[in-house]
């Protein structure tokens, strides 16, 4: 575990080095909980399998033991910085996460030359609140995109677009309802980004 100073604090980052790496994945957490969640562990998985090296980013909030995610501003900051200390510039790079992750993902795509973004659950919008729509954050990517959804996800259904690939998994937003389905489709479409 690496130990990561930011612009608002300490991150955290558990690197899984491939032997001989292809590309690099760099994966954030959801808004309430940590980097071992079963979504991320099985795309982690599927990555390694790839011939990806993984990071798995412990924002500073969850460091200091809060709960509550920080405000978006500083949530990019932490990421970007961390993305900084571990990128490795000869190697593609393609960044994500599940929920909160897969936002801020989505909106530092373009700030650090992610090939490609990976959003696990990506949240469309708060549960029962159509009316404030994040959509703007994954339209915003212009680089290739791949959403695992769960199919009864309370936060919302991305819409098809071009350049983004939807896989829908049977569940709701913790994605536990089918990880074989989810590292599945994480692994085929990494493969095409190495």
């Known amino acids: 575990m690496l130990e990561l100073e930011t612009p608002v604090g300490l991150a955290r980052v558990r690197l899984e080095e491939a032997d001989s790496p292809r590309a690099a994945l760099v994966l954030g957490h959801g808004a309430g909980g940590g980097i071992d969640s079963p979504d991320l562990a099985g795309a982690t998985s599927a990555a ?11 924002q500073p909030y969850r ?10 501003a500083q949530l990019d900051a932490a990421w970007a910085a961390v993305i900084d200390a571990v990128r490795t510039d000869d190697l593609p790079l393609i960044t994500g996460g599940r929920s909160s992750g897969a936002r801020v ?15 696990l659950a990506f ?13 703007d954050e994954l339209d915003g990517v212009a680089v290739p995109v791949l959403i695992v959804q769960g199919s009864s996800d309370p936060f919302g259904m991305p819409p098809e677009a071009p350049d ?4 829908k998994v049977p569940g709701n937003h913790s994605l536990t309802g089918d990880i074989g389905t989810l590292r599945g489709a994480v692994g085929d479409w990494l493969a095409l980004r190495a």
């Open 48 to 58: 390694r399998e790839a011939g990806f090296t993984v990071a798995l980013v412990e």
């Open 105 to 119: 993902a989505c909106r530092t795509a373009a700030a650090t030359g992610a090939a490609g973004v990976l959003c």
């Open 164 to 167: 983004r690939t939807l896989v």
């Open 123 to 135: 949240p469309v919008h708060p549960p029962g609140r159509p009316e404030k729509s994040r959509l």
């Open 63 to 72: 460091v200091a033991g809060r709960k509550s995610p920080a405000p978006a």
